[in-house]
């Protein structure tokens, strides 16, 4: 079903249409593995990450958001 999606995305152009349905899925199970393990780890901007590089042009709303969900942690002003 997940090929039959990524080949009909790919046919309207919105993807990219060499991505195999069996390389996404290891890529959306891989986002989950630093979940319990770092505090730090936001899997949210993960996400946009992922989804941003599969589309062919993604959206500026779409890239790399931070996760409202967790303190920003980027070092201040130096």
């Known amino acids: 079903m997940l090929d039959q999606l990524l080949k009909a995305s790919a046919a309207a152009g919105s993807t990219h249409a060499d991505i195999r349905a069996y390389d996404f899925m290891l890529a959306i199970g891989n986002l989950c593995i630093g979940v319990e393990t770092f505090p730090d780890y936001q899997a949210r901007r993960m996400i946009d990450l ?7 042009t993604a959206p500026a709303s779409t890239r790399c958001a931070p996760d409202p969900g967790r303190p920003d942690r980027s070092p201040g002003p130096t």
């Open 50 to 56: 992922l989804l941003a590089g599969l589309a062919r």
